[in-house]
């Protein structure tokens, strides 16, 4: 695809390098006012990277930078002890997960990398999804507070959110070179299929990591109409996603897939995959 970036291309340094934004404080408390100090950080981040890389490599660098930028920001909210606290939790999952899906990428399936491997343009109704859910925090937090103070129904979002990434990310590295961020029509020649590690446990564990990562997203929130939104619209799409995919991969493995069919669930509540008439 176009813009693919080779396995080398700058990812971790300029992630890091955004991440530097929690040096800000030391800068303000030099003398350097708040809006003026992130201002001319920003200025300065975007002219080194300019100035380090060329198409595609800047690509890459400005938007793992700018992943690293909202990390170190979350860090920041994380211990302003205000009731965006938790909205810092959020930034740390959210960049997190689209950073290392990059990362993972990048050493298990180098060949499939390319910018789409962010998955920040993952489609139009995610972005809406992210969008309503920001919104209803902030509407929320400024009338009624207090729902943003339940500590204990966060730290529970936030459980859900580090056991659906760590779940994605094993079925990832699990997978291999088989794994890839779109459906695959056509059988490649190491395509395998996968039984061992998570895949024993679930058909779909990266499907089921992603699941209950984005719900989680909701619960830390304590966003109560996203949280229910989410959870309905996300079980729609891997309802149809994995009846999409099973069909490929029985046409690619016929009987082989049949039998880990009817063995191991795709692990997502009362989704039971593509119906098959024998």
């Known amino acids: 695809r176009a813009g ?27 003398g350097l006012q708040g809006r003026t100090g992130l201002a001319l950080y920003v200025a300065g981040l975007n002219a080194l990277l300019l100035l380090l890389y060329r198409p595609p490599r800047y690509q890459i660098a400005i938007r793992a930078c700018f992943l690293g930028f909202v990390f170190g920001c979350g860090v920041l909210l994380s211990f302003s002890q205000s009731s965006w606290t938790h909205f810092g939790w959020y930034m740390c999952s959210l960049s997190l997960f689209h950073y290392s899906e990059y990362l993972v990428t990048a050493v298990n399936n180098p060949k499939s990398l390319s910018l789409d491997s962010f998955l920040l343009n993952h489609s139009l109704e995610y972005t809406v999804a992210a969008l309503s859910s920001w919104i209803e925090f902030t509407l ?8 943003k103070q339940i500590t204990w129904l966060s730290i529970t979002g936030l459980l859900m959110v580090v056991f659906g990434e760590c779940l994605r990310k094993a079925a ?73 995919e099973e069909i490929s991969l029985i046409h690619f493995f016929g009987e ?16 039971k995959g593509v119906k098959v008439d024998l």
Not at 15 to 25: C, D, N, Q, R, W
Not at 140 to 147: A, K, R, S, V
Not at 198 to 213: D, I, L, M, Q
Not at 256 to 271: A, S
Request: aromatic share 16%; proline share 7%.
């Open 140 to 147: 929320e937090n400024i009338f009624w507070p207090e729902l």
């Open 4 to 30: 693919c970036p080779s396995p080398g291309a700058p990812g971790l340094a300029t992630f890091l390098l955004g991440a530097s934004v929690l040096a800000l404080p030391l800068l303000t408390r030099a």
């Open 256 to 271: 082989e897939y049949l039998e880990y069919k009817k063995r191991v669930p795709t692990g997502l509540p009362f989704i």
């Open 172 to 244: 990832m590295f699990t997978a291999g070179s088989n794994f890839n961020h779109v459906v695959q029509n056509e059988k490649s020649d190491t395509h395998t299929l996968v039984t061992s590690g998570v895949y024993a446990w679930f058909r779909h564990p990266s499907y089921v990591g992603w699941f209950y990562w984005s719900i989680g997203t909701q619960v830390m929130l304590c966003n109560p109409i996203c949280g229910i939104g989410y959870a309905l619209t996300v079980w729609r799409f891997f309802r149809d996603r994995i009846e999409e």
